[in-house]
């Protein structure tokens, strides 16, 4: 716990500037984790002799993020001309030799769908009019919820929430992810419409409201990286950051986190 908590302040200190600062300093913090997430998503499938195609994803990963943050009319053509892209790589390594070239070409698109499409509503959450603010309100309610599980469910979990995929999370951990997610959701709403720039544009109980959506669902995230680890054999995505495991370790919850409040603040606030 030592040294998990000392390694969140790092990367608090290193990130909060970026985050306040907005623009190209955020956009590297964050495509640094997600391209790093797509590298790591690849070694994990060809630990178990899958053949996901690495340039391909971490490229397409790249290109999604590079056109969402900056040439946005450009986005989905790129995201579609990586999919065509990939199914043309495949089926050349089929033609080659390899049989399951169909179930890789699923790999790689699924990593350029999940950690690139997907990863970009942190780019999204964070260009909001006030992004800033909103991207902080999302992420801590986020980051509670995660915080309130671990610490929980480490001292008082009994009661296994999916035991094939993550034999450690227990249900009473889950109940404190959306307990703390709800509370903090409101906190934060009120401490950022009083004291940031959100006067009037959220009330306590949109906040409450929007905190029990990120504490109680993405952990989805979390056991979905779960899941890609079970099957691969590995414990963390990779070892990088200390105590956290990898950089898809790190942003599970946050592919959950940024869409859900990004279309929470859309539809309802902004």
Known sequence: MRRRTITALGLAFIGMP??????????????TFLIGASWEYIHMFRAVKFEPQMHITVGGVALVLLTRMFLPQFAMPVFAAAILVALAWHLLAYERGRDSAALDFGVTIAGIVYIGWIGAYLLDLRNLPEGGWWFMLVMLSVMAGDS???????AYGRHK???????????????ASVFTGTTQGAFYAWVF??????TGDITI???????????????LGDLGESMFKRQSGLKDSSDIIPGHGGFFDRVDSWLWGAVIGYYFLVWFII
């Open 18 to 31: 970026a985050i306040i600062i907005g623009g190209i300093p955020y956009f590297l913090l964050m495509g």
């Open 148 to 154: 309130g599980a671990y610490s929980i469910g480490r």
């Open 193 to 198: 419409a009083t004291f940031g720039n959100l």
């Open 161 to 175: 929430l999916a035991p094939r995929l993550s034999p450690k999370k227990s249900w009473e951990g889950y109940a």
């Open 205 to 219: 109980w949109q906040g409450a409201i929007m905190g029990f959506l990120l504490g109680s669902l993405p952990p």
